[in-house]
């Protein structure tokens, strides 16, 4: 059955950087797109980042543009997200998905909190 098992949350300080993984199993990783979202205590979820199959296209939520990167590793089933400069409204709840505007499947979330 499809899987996807995010890591890599966890306290750092306005600044400071983090590594989401998200590991996935149960369907070929390489033909999907992937998306990264985050949830705020109170907030609706939204779209952090995306990134396309093949020779990849990224898109990025404007809160986020030149601090964070997603990328992804084929090989390993693995979605990552480079996340630098983090500030205290970074503090979420962040989860991968499988797709690019459906998701049909989601993992349980890493729990990212910025302060100082």
């Known amino acids: 059955q499809v899987q996807l098992v995010e890591s890599g949350g966890g306290l750092v300080q306005p600044g400071g950087s983090l590594r989401l993984s998200c590991a996935a199993s149960g369907f070929t990783f390489s033909t999907y797109a992937m998306s990264w979202y985050r949830q705020a205590p109170g907030k609706e979820r939204e779209l952090v980042a995306r990134?396309?199959?093949?020779?990849?296209?990224?898109n990025y939520a404007d809160s986020v543009k030149g601090r964070f990167t997603i990328s992804r590793d084929n090989a390993k089933n693995t979605l990552y997200l480079q996340m630098n400069s983090l500030k205290p409204e970074d503090t979420a709840v962040y989860y991968c998905?499988?797709?690019?505007?459906?998701?049909?499947?989601w993992g349980q979330g890493t729990q990212v909190t910025v302060s100082s």
């Open positions: 998905t499988r797709g690019w505007v459906n998701y049909d499947y």
């Open positions: 990134i396309t199959t093949g020779d990849p296209s990224t």
